[in-house]
């Protein structure tokens, strides 16, 4: 079975600032997919980013980028330059032959 | 490209009635479909996975006879809340995966059920 762990429940980050949060997973597998998703109050999920696991590269989109560290089973997101709009709730999700397994989330806050 | 929609986006019930929650895949054929239930400031349970055509996997301590789920095409999936009780309110969410591409889920907006 695969875990995944967000030991962050909630996160607060300045505008411009930049905050990162930490997931961790476990599994036996070594072909897998890693997303985070986002989820606004308006709780539509978003997916904001996602990693293969065989790519070493880590993977970025605009304002957000991962490190994705195999060995250690680790899988942080980094959110630059914050935004008001970045406030939401944050899901780091393991996915293997199709089925997401999503971790208890954090949520951030930005300051304006 | 991608949509999924519900429907409802909110639906208030009395005790011991039925409730049935649409999940589509507009622009897509969805072989394989997710329900999910999230309660207030909490992660998202998978309650079960329906394939286009066949009978719903269900998870460890998800009642098959209260929540019936039906996959009848590749573009609807339904979800049917048998005899609701209080205890059924809950954020439901469902998400389609396409044809070929089992590395990502596309999600709906959300269903929130209020039984009274």
């Known amino acids: 079975a695969q875990t995944v762990t967000q030991s962050q429940p909630e996160m607060s980050v300045q505008e411009a600032e930049t905050v990162t949060l930490s997931c961790t997973y476990d599994?036996?597998?070594?072909?897998?997919?890693l997303f985070w998703y986002k989820q606004p109050p308006s709780r539509q999920m978003i997916l904001v980013i996602r990693?293969?696991?065989?790519?070493?590269q880590n993977a970025t989109e605009n304002r957000f980028s991962v490190n994705f560290q195999k060995a250690a089973k680790s899988f942080s997101l980094k959110i630059s330059d914050s935004q008001l709009g970045d406030a939401a709730m944050y899901f780091c999700?393991?996915?293997?032959?199709?089925?997401?397994?999503f971790g208890a989330g954090t949520t951030v806050t930005v300051r304006a | 490209g991608a949509v999924v929609s519900q429907h409802p986006s909110w639906v208030i019930c009395k005790s011991g009635t039925s409730v049935k929650i649409e999940c589509r895949s507009l622009?897509?054929?969805?072989?394989?479909m997710f329900w999910y239930r999230q309660f207030p400031k909490q992660s998202l349970m998978l309650m079960a996975t329906?394939?286009?055509?066949?009978?719903?996997?269900?998870e460890q301590g998800v009642e098959k006879d209260k929540f019936l789920i039906n996959h009848a095409s590749l573009t609807l999936s339904t979800l049917t809340v048998t005899s609701a009780h209080p205890e059924d309110s809950s954020f439901y969410i469902c998400?389609?995966?396409?044809?070929?591409?089992?590395?990502?889920?596309?999600f709906g907006p959300g269903t929130r059920l209020t039984v009274l």
């Open positions: 990693q293969e696991a065989y790519k070493q």
């Open positions: 329906s394939n286009e055509g066949s009978k719903a996997t269900y």
């Open positions: 622009d897509f054929q969805a072989t394989t």
């Open positions: 999700a393991y996915n293997k032959r199709g089925k997401l397994s």
């Open positions: 599994t036996s597998e070594s072909d897998y997919y």
């Open positions: 998400s389609a995966q396409e044809r070929g591409n089992d590395n990502e889920q596309f």
